[in-house]
């Protein structure tokens, strides 16, 4: 059974358990998935309301786009403990002889860079869904503007919560270009989404 389709109760179970996933990254993409569907709640509380029939397309589209990406994030929480799994069986490779250490050394940095790839998506879904999150909370009904305050704070926890699952992987790689590159595209990029999150967690409370 996949983890993204486990009850509530099951998943928090299996997380708070010794099971080595899900764990951060799955959470993060969780919490994502979670953040986006409060979007299209909005989205849904405002279409096909007379008073709001000027934006109409505008909420349509957004809702749309916000699917794709809640779907997405639904499938990294798997995809994520999938991408782990080799990581987590590469430590147990012997390393008695320096052949064995080279080995294992070897196989460690392919794993590294298999499992950076489930929260670095993460990041770049969440990105794409605040993005949408800040539009809907001008452009919503202003009965769920809440929700959308509530959006973006969970897709802020989700897009740090999977920043750090990048971190401790990008410390265990040798590869400094591969390094450099993910950094330059993702600090930047998280660093202006918690602006936009926390502009609009401010703009929403002052509006209640």
Known sequence: MLLKDYSCTDFAAELASKAPVPGGGGVAALTGALGTALGRMVCSLT???KKYADVEEDIQRINAEAEK???RLLELIDEDAQNFYPLS???GLPKDTEEQKAKKEETLQACFK???QGPVEIMRCCHEAVGLCQEVSVKGSK???SDAGCAVLLLKAAIQSAWLNVVVNLNCIKD???KKALRDELIPMMEKDAAVCDAVFADVESRL
């Open 89 to 91: 069986q590469t430590y």
């Open 143 to 145: 009965l769920a503007i």
């Open 114 to 116: 298999v499992a950076i």
């Open 47 to 49: 279409s096909g309301k």
């Open 69 to 71: 990406i809640q779907t």
């Open 176 to 178: 400094e270009e591969f």
